[in-house]
């Protein structure tokens, strides 16, 4: 069926018709349109593996220690799939199961609640979508339900771009089944996504704001949910969604009639104790590697510069060649590569992107401030390579999965560490190599150099320390023993020689 063109429905629609026209000119690329107040997708490939495959330390994944908490985990097994899932799978280019869906697959199938950590890219949204369509398939019930709204397991996401991500994961997996799979998320057409409910919704996904919404108009009950994911849960429970989330609790069955999963790369304890309020007293805790660690496939470079220097940087790291870049550094204008630049504010985004593009740098960028139609055509750009270059905000730090991003460059350095592994988590995904470069500006950012010295101290291809936070290192890694203190203090020329 790779052959086969897909039309994905407007503004994320069921996908599950055929076209054999090809929409794009391109293959596997999409391309967006707007027509009366709606977006339209063509997709002529839903099963499109040209741009993202396993990278050369894919196989490392298996090394990393896993750490399971709770009573009676069951033994990690390959997935016990229904030919018409196994198909999708093999569609969409998978052969071997992540150590996190190797150990919480099983866990779903058993029916036990599931707080799960692993790092960036390491395939925790198909470890939840897998079983969950899996055991849809297996329900004669799922025959008859998921009409008019009720959906059978909904699928929570902070922000548009990952709930769309997400559904589109879902097409994947439920293409030529029973089972239907709707989005909602704002800035888009009411009327057209309520169309899509009264087709039928077996899996949900959405963002919070707009369940709520739906689930106070009447249009979605929650009273048959199954299977409740939260992803990027840290930050659903931690920054201001935790209302909403409550609200979407209430509306379901009580937790123990459901299976409740939570996922994310990073899960403070605070947020863990809140976890807890929504999960049944025997769930299982899995831990891929240390929780809260950065993607070890990812090399990290710090910059000291004052804020007044970072444009003209970031300007000569984005043409090729690599006459005029930092000591240690090449260009970022390579073929076929992506670069991914996080700044702190709206404004600063759209000022770099402006300033890039007076300089022939072909940039977009990507923030709350923007319209729906216009984030999804700037993401869409730069997955496709129109514009290898994207700017943005916090909006686009989690969960993101974008092929051929080489690097992540923290032009503002974020004000917490969750953020920096989510940021630089972008990259060096699925086995693949990638690069972070922070700017830092000692007059700014530090309260951020001890954790940030933490997680850079823990990682296999860590970088040389610039001078400001190479002298905070040395004073913090002292509390914690002499381990530390003799591998961030060393030869700074052995440093650069292994860089």
Known sequence: MRGRGMRRGRAGGDGHGDDDGQASGEPGKCRLILFGGFTFYFQPFLFNTEYYSAGINFEKYFDIPVEISGSDPPNPIQLDMTPELCANVERAGYSKLTPIQQHTIPAVQAGRDIMGCAQTGSGKTAAF???????????EEALTTGQQGHPLALVVAPTRELAI?????????????????????????????????????????????????????????????????LDEADRMLDMGFEPEVRSLSEAMPPREQRVTLMFSATFPPVVQELARTFLRPDYLFVAIGRVGSACRDVVQRILQMPTCEKRDTIVKMLTPGEGDCPEGIGSLAGAGSRTLI????????????????????????????????EREQALADFRSGRFPVLVA???????????????????????????YVHRIGRTGRCGNTGAAISFVDPLKDGPMAEPLVQ???????FSPFCPFVYRISQKVVDGFGRNLVDMCVCDKEELIRFW
């Open 455 to 461: 997680v850079l101290a823990e990682e296999v291809m």
């Open 342 to 373: 996080f700044t702190d504010t709206k404004k600063n985004a759209d000022f770099l992107g402006c300033y890039l593009c007076l300089n022939e740098i072909p940039a977009t960028t990507i923030h709350g401030d923007r319209e729906q139609p």
């Open 165 to 229: 991500q997400i559904h589109h994961e879902a097409l994947k997996f439920s293409f030529q089944t029973v089972v239907r799979c709707v989005v909602l998320y704002g800035g888009t057409n009411v009327a057209h996504q309520l169309m899509q409910l009264r087709s039928g919704c077996h899996v949900l996904c959405g963002t919070p704001g707009r369940l709520n919404d739906f689930v106070r108009r009447g249009a979605v009950k929650l009273d048959k949910v199954r299977f409740w994911v």
């Open 129 to 139: 979508l897998l079983p969950i369509v899996g055991e849809v398939l297996r329900e």
């Open 393 to 419: 905000t916090s909006v686009a730090a989690r969960g993101l999965d974008i092929g051929s991003v080489s690097a992540v460059v923290n032009y503002d350095l974020p004000t917490s560490v969750d953020e």
